[in-house]
């Protein structure tokens, strides 16, 4: 419209850019205020999580479990899941965006509970498996352990300096030289890694940016194509996995059908991290 009255000396913009880049480093560093709403959500989230938890039982079907975690979500005052949660019992865990959530839990097998509060427009994203019935089985354990390790030892390398990249390649050392003790792979670490032998249990990258949205904005690289470093004040999850095919008749049969991912939301600090989401069991 100014344009339309520069007969009159008005003055318009002699170009139009689009702000989505420029908002979007806003949105990767978290100020106080938002921290304590990922908080907030965190605490929802972990409410949520441990209802669901507890009150599982086989014969229940997933989607009274999707219920009680949405109830818990309102009950206490979040907007929404900040996504469709996934609720997979067994071998619907090995499907990684599972979102029917419409079968009976059984007796002896996991549940994959992948869920999060929206709190004030800030996303939780947290994964938790955990035994139907509540007792892993020894085969069920080892495989938990060896996801549980990776996490861990990700968890703990995270600080300013490190990439994404970093990350996702300890995780996947990490998990390859456990599908290699677990019998679920054969052969020299580096060679399984190097031929990506180890994706037919580990398909998915180990993180995203979480704010926001739950795959939030930000640039994941530098404009050299260089692996951007963490800086503090960003929030990312590290979500390792083992997934079993049910139908993978060359892994050991005690394994098949097993999915487990373990995720939480890891603030970085000047001094190296935050686990947002530690209170979740
Ligand atoms: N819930 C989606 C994700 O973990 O990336
Ligand atoms: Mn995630
Ligand atoms: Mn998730």
Redesign the pocket.
Known sequence: RKLRRGRKGALGPSAIEDAAAFLAEFRLFKTEAELDLMRAGATITDEAHRAAMTQCRPGMNEYEIDALIEYTFRRRGAWAPAYTSIVGGGANACILHYIENNAALREGDLLLI?A?AEVDGFAL?I?RTSPVSGKFSPAQADLYQAVLRSQEEAIAATRPGTTLSDIHDGVVRSLTASMVDLGLLDGAVDDLIETGAYRRFYMHKTSHWLGADVHDAGRYKLSSGADRPLEPGMVL?I?PGIYVAPDDELAPEALRGIGIRI?DDILVTEGGYENLTLATP
Request: proline residues 0%; glycine residues 14%.
């Open positions: 992948d999060g994203d994964t999850t979500e995720e």
